[in-house]
């Protein structure tokens, strides 16, 4: 039974709930000066019951249940009520009115020249795209915040730009406009990344609930419970709504992907990942999972080749309609004779031997090569900033970063392969959709730890993945609640040093401290630790572990405000932050793998083989 809320009296254990329902109805009709009804009950909806469904019966919550932390009290008035989209228009008012309270504050680069921040970065690109032709958005400038993100950021830049010309055209003046902080443009672009979560992250965040709650068995308003509490990630209004980007676009498709997964929908499923793809290169980090899914889905239960071809083709199909408008603008410019003098490849430079700079393909090569070595920038080396991974962490004690690139490079591929290549195994052999979030977010902590230039930010990653569990079976559990409270809380305290560089100190402590409150977790409460009935090993185990993180993060902050670190380490406490987070963030890979494993069922069926082979030999 789950932690949605508690009960203050037990019921005999003799006694089943079917007629422990039965005796609370009629009592209560009776005392409503009302006869139980003759007609038989309607039989339940399938996956509506069970000891996961988080609402149980209304009659229950009404006589015997409380809230047992602050979010379900919220919502307890709405516990009765028959349909989840009754209170689905308030939780997103209100979450809409949270993003927007959040816009408020500053942005990344407000008046710090010279080369400003992300809300230039972005500001810039929506300038590029409404001024220059299509074939020079990927060579443009690239000292001026360059366009270095996948083709449909560059499509999203431009719509943004369009409708933002025709409000202001000064706002996107080619050259002209660099740098500019016009408040009514601030306003403008934080309506961008409102309206753009609005149409895309969560639509899909609210249908990938309803159909991860119903396959879990759990009831529409602990699912309105686990929505709420997805909505409200601090992470992603910090990084999105305040300091400023658009990673919830790239996550939307990533969740629309998931959720067309639980449908059966594995066409949509491929063509959603492609967006997301498209969008940010960061998507790869999912890119496993989806690929072991879908190619799961072909050989379990039964082989299907049909459905292999049709998603194999839509992928091609999809990318090939993502790439289209850059084929189309060299092939014109080629065909009119506007093309400058073709400049050596970025990448691939052995490939220009076999190919005719003057034909009409060499345009469209050079277009898609330039693409390619802008968003996947190798060059930079293994990390740029201090993030809180293995490789920065290991960085403090072995200087690394000044080993040769192409040996980073390899050390950075043999132990990403490492860590997500166990977890896709399994959703290989086992492609049973009540796997997805963990596997996606076991891979994407993998890619988080160990690959190749990862940012502050991309913490976004495995944590979406991992907070959808809150939407599954026993999701709003102590045990399930610590865990994604602790990564989250964690996450948000590791991009700590990014986000007080544009002074967003009193933003981070409001909502993190505010979504730590809403679900009943440290340092607001200790509720998810408290242990009900027989203790366990494990439930103490977990407790002192977070509490020594929680107490540790404390510490770093009461440090930071009131010592300056020494001259000759100006850098301790950032390095500190790195350590820490870096150790709490493998524990939450080793949790969401050590759970994938024991929810698949692969490891009792292995040793269950092995044993009938031992008989017969």
Not at 73 to 101: D, H, K, N, T, Y
Not at 382 to 392: R, Y
Not at 595 to 607: F, K, T, W, Y
Request: glycine share 6%; net charge positive.
């Amino acid at each position: 039974m789950t932690d949605c809320c508690q009960r203050h009296q037990k019921v005999p254990e003799t006694r089943t709930w079917t007629s422990f329902l039965v005796e609370i109805t009629t009592d209560s009709a009776i005392m409503a000066g009302h006869t139980p009804s003759p007609h038989k009950p309607r039989r339940k909806a399938k996956g509506a019951g069970g000891p996961s469904n988080l609402g149980h019966s209304i009659s229950v919550e009404s006589s015997g249940r409380a809230p047992s932390f602050p979010l379900a009290a919220f919502l307890w008035p709405a516990r009765g009520s028959a349909s989840q989209w009754e209170i689905l228009p308030i939780i997103l008012m209100v979450v809409g009115l949270f993003r927007w309270a959040a816009s408020l504050w500053g942005y990344s680069g407000f008046q710090k020249p010279p080369m400003f921040g992300d809300y230039e970065a972005q500001r810039h690109w929506m300038e590029i795209t409404t001024h220059l032709p299509i074939t020079q958005w990927y060579f443009h400038d690239l000292q001026w915040w360059g366009l270095d993100y996948p083709p449909l950021t560059a499509y999203h830049s431009w719509l943004c730009g369009k409708i933002g010309s025709l409000i202001d055209p000064s706002w996107f003046a080619l050259y002209k406009s660099r740098g500019v902080h016009d408040p009514n443009l601030k306003i403008f672009m934080r309506g961008t990344v409102i309206v753009s979560e609005y149409l895309i992250y969560i639509p899909a965040v609210v249908i990938f609930v309803r159909r991860f709650s119903r396959l879990s068995g759990v009831t529409s308003w602990s699912a309105s419970i686990s929505l709420a509490a997805i909505l409200m990630q601090p992470g992603n209004i910090l990084i999105d709504h305040i300091h400023f980007q658009y990673n919830t676009v790239m996550l939307g498709f990533v969740v629309a992907s998931m959720s067309s997964m639980l449908a059966g929908r594995y066409l949509w499923s491929a063509v959603f990942f492609v967006a997301a793809l498209g969008f940010k290169q960061m998507a790869l980090y999912y890119a496993f999972p989806v690929f072991a899914f879908l190619l799961g889905s072909c050989f379990s239960p039964k082989i299907n080749v049909l459905r292999f071809i049709r998603i194999a083709l839509v992928t091609v199909i999809a990318f090939a309609i993502l790439l289209l408008p850059f084929v189309l603008g060299a092939y014109k410019e080629w065909k009119q004779g506007i093309r400058s003098k073709p400049a050596p490849l970025p990448l691939f430079q052995g490939l220009a031997a076999y190919l005719d700079p003057k034909a009409f393909y060499y345009p469209i090569v050079e277009q898609l090569v330039q693409m390619v070595h802008r968003v996947f920038p190798f060059a930079r080396g293994l990390f740029e900033d201090k993030v809180a991974n293995f490789w920065c962490a290991l960085n403090v004690v072995v200087k690394i970063k000044h080993l040769p690139a192409e040996l980073l490079q390899r050390m950075s591929l043999i132990a990403t392969l490492a860590s997500i290549i166990p977890p896709n195994l399994i959703l290989l052999l086992r492609p049973r959709k009540d796997l997805l979030p963990l596997a996606f977010a076991t891979t994407a902590w993998g890619f988080f730890l160990f690959s190749y230039q990862v940012h502050e930010k991309s913490v976004l990653l495995p944590l979406a993945p991992m907070t959808l569990l809150l939407a599954g079976s026993q999701g709003l559990s102590k045990e399930i609640r610590a865990w994604v409270g602790f990564a989250n809380i964690l996450g948000c305290w590791t991009m700590f040093p990014l986000l007080q560089r544009v002074a967003l100190r009193v933003p981070y402590a409001v909502l993190t401290l505010l979504w730590a409150y809403l679900l009943g977790l440290p340092p607001t409460s200790l509720s998810v630790y408290t242990l009900d009935g027989q203790a366990s090993f494990k439930k103490i185990v977990t407790a002192l572990i977070h509490g020594a993180f929680y107490l540790a993060m404390a510490m770093w902050h009461v440090l930071e405000l009131n010592l300056q670190p020494p001259s000759d380490k100006p850098d301790l406490w950032v390095v500190a932050n790195v350590g820490v987070g870096a150790a709490g963030f493998a524990l939450c890979y080793l949790w969401c793998f050590s759970r994938l494993v024991l929810q698949s069922d692969i490891l009792p069926q292995a040793l269950a083989g092995k044993r009938s082979k031992a008989k017969t030999n």
